[in-house]
């Protein structure tokens, strides 16, 4: 593991265009940052040239930096790479940890993905810097859906995972407590932000609800 772990963020705001029909990735990114998200994954699962992609990340990294935060590519180490961008999450049919690891170099963070018990102890023992676990209570952004994990195998993985841990899946500000009691370092959400009213209010909403798991947790 890298010392990028202790890097790792709280609160990512998934960027999802095919979910809501008002705002671009970067339009999204501007808003969750407004309202206290730690990070922002671009996620584009839609065919797109790989110039495409690389033309939207790097609109979305000089945003990231004046708030202070970070830009996580989805599933293109290459992408990440060509914009300069710090941070990459593998999903289960990626391209593998190790060469993204060689790809983006010892300081990058890394993130990968679990839908089970079984499959998060496989993936821990990679070179990744936080673990991505869900779905928690199910999603609506992806055709085949893992099933739902739920909060005892999320508080298992916690329990034994030695890198962060980042609940996903219909993840809501009221849920939030739930996950971070059951050991979770962080939370990512999408439709939650994305297709909420007012983005960047329902970011703060998800901040504010996480800061105050987190101080409950720690007070403990």
Not at 125 to 144: H, M, R
Not at 145 to 167: K, W, Y
Not at 170 to 190: P, Q
Request: hydrophobic fraction near 45%.
């Amino acid at each position: 593991m890298t010392t990028a772990s202790t890097r790792v963020l709280r609160l990512q705001v998934i960027t999802d265009e095919q979910i809501q029909d008002r705002y671009s990735h970067l339009e999204i990114a501007e808003l969750a940052l407004r309202g206290g998200a730690d990070a922002v994954q671009f996620r584009e699962k839609r065919a797109r040239t790989t110039r495409e992609l690389i033309e939207v990340a790097a609109s979305m990294l000089p945003l990231t930096r004046r708030h202070e935060a970070t830009l996580i590519v989805d599933d293109r180490p290459d992408v990440a790479l060509s914009v300069g961008a710090s941070a990459v999450h593998l999903g289960r049919h990626d391209l593998d940890v190790a060469t993204a690891r060689r790809i983006l170099g010892p300081d990058a963070i890394i993130g990968g993905t679990a839908n089970s018990f079984e499959e998060a102890a496989r993936v821990w023992q990679t070179d990744i810097d936080y673990l991505g676990v869900g779905p928690i209570y199910g999603t609506s952004t992806k055709a085949n859906p893992a099933p739902d994990m739920g909060l005892e195998t999320l508080a298992r993985i916690c329990a034994a995972c030695p890198v962060p841990v980042i609940a996903i899946g219909s993840i809501t500000a009221e849920r939030i407590s739930e996950v971070i009691e059951a050991g979770a370092h962080g939370v990512a959400v999408v439709s939650a932000v994305v297709a909420a009213p007012d983005v960047e209010a329902a970011a703060r909403g998800c901040r504010a609800a996480l800061d105050a798991a987190l101080a409950s947790r720690a007070a403990r």
